[in-house]
């Protein structure tokens, strides 16, 4: 079952982190663009946790609704058109926006190669359930959760669960964050 949680938003997003999300929500839409506010901030807002740290998931060309975006809100625009993706500084917020992608290793510890995705594949690609969530941004779904491995189940049980068996293979650094999240959030 899909859940709305744009009460959480409005409580622990700051009035200009929610403004400037709903600009890009409805930037996207005019686009027929796909978008979704993803990881930390949405696992923090569903922990009653304040975060402004704002990264956006793009299905679709990431770095020309960026451009548009920071057209439209006046703030400093860095591409890095080569994986796709685009950050927007403006004077109190930094905003990065990236393809949806889905990612495969050649062998552990390695870069991975990435594709175009969609968000269920991008969120696949994540560390941890906890922060494999998502809340679309387009006006008619606003805060709309979007959690296809049940990580809001795991914040309830205060639980951290890895995506997938090869997860440590593919980016041993992961072990050094659920040790940091355990810690941070009191998690088991």
Do not use: C
């Amino acid at each position: 079952m899909s859940r709305n949680v744009i009460n959480q938003m409005e409580q622990y997003l700051s009035p200009e982190s929610l403004d400037l999300i709903q600009k890009a929500g409805a930037l996207a839409a005019e686009k027929r663009l796909g978008i979704y506010l993803v990881g930390g901030v949405v696992r923090d807002v569903l922990l009653g946790q304040a975060n402004s740290d704002l990264d956006l998931v793009v299905e679709g060309n990431a770095v020309g609704l960026a451009e548009s975006l920071a057209g439209e809100v006046g703030g400093r625009l860095v591409v890095h058109r080569r994986f796709g993706t685009a950050k927007i500084r403006t004077e109190n917020l930094t905003i990065d926006l990236a393809m949806a992608r889905a990612e495969t290793y050649a062998r552990p510890g390695a870069l991975p190669s990435v594709r175009p995705g969609l968000i269920q594949d991008d969120l696949a690609r994540r560390d941890f359930t906890v922060n494999a969530m998502a809340l679309r941004l387009d006006p008619t779904n606003f805060g709309k959760l979007v959690d296809p491995f049940d990580g809001q189940q795991d914040l309830e049980s205060k639980l951290i669960r890895i995506l997938h068996d090869r997860s440590f293979i593919d980016d041993a650094t992961r072990m050094l964050r659920a040790v940091r999240y355990e810690q941070r959030f009191a998690f088991w």
